[in-house]
């Protein structure tokens, strides 16, 4: 599976952005995440997706600002992001896998080349 992640820019604190992963054929039933990675530090968990839709998770640290969906063709994933903080700052992946640490790198086998995120305050 080829993952192409896009969305990214630059807002203002407060602001909105909405990130897109397109998976090529498709997500098939792997499940799916956004992780972001800020410079100097290690790629951390955002948010996961069961392939069936049933089963979601948020960091702590988005949870209430940042929502996750995917689409029924299995074909694409959104993270949509509201009230932005400095802090979320980072470059941001999508990723796919079986889901069986879906809030850990080492669950995903595949992963999009990653959007940039800046929020400025």
């Known amino acids: 599976v080829q993952l192409q992640a896009s969305g990214g820019g630059v807002v203002q604190a407060g602001g909105s952005l909405r990130l897109s992963c397109a998976a090529s054929?498709?997500?098939?039933?792997?499940?799916m995440g956004w992780f972001r990675q800020a410079p100097g530090k290690d790629r951390e968990f955002v948010a996961s997706?069961?392939?069936?839709?049933?089963?979601?998770k948020y960091a702590n640290s988005v949870k209430g600002r940042f929502t996750i969906s995917k689409d029924s063709a299995k074909t694409a994933m959104s993270l949509q992001m509201n009230n932005l903080k400095p802090e979320d700052t980072a470059v941001y992946y999508c990723?796919?896998?079986?889901?069986?640490?879906?809030?850990?790198?080492?669950?995903?086998?595949?992963w999009g080349q990653g959007t940039q995120v800046t929020v400025s305050s």
């Open positions: 997706i069961s392939w069936s839709g049933s089963t979601i």
């Open positions: 990723a796919a896998g079986d889901g069986l640490e879906s809030d850990s790198t080492a669950g995903y086998e595949f």
């Open positions: 054929p498709t997500f098939r039933n792997y499940d």
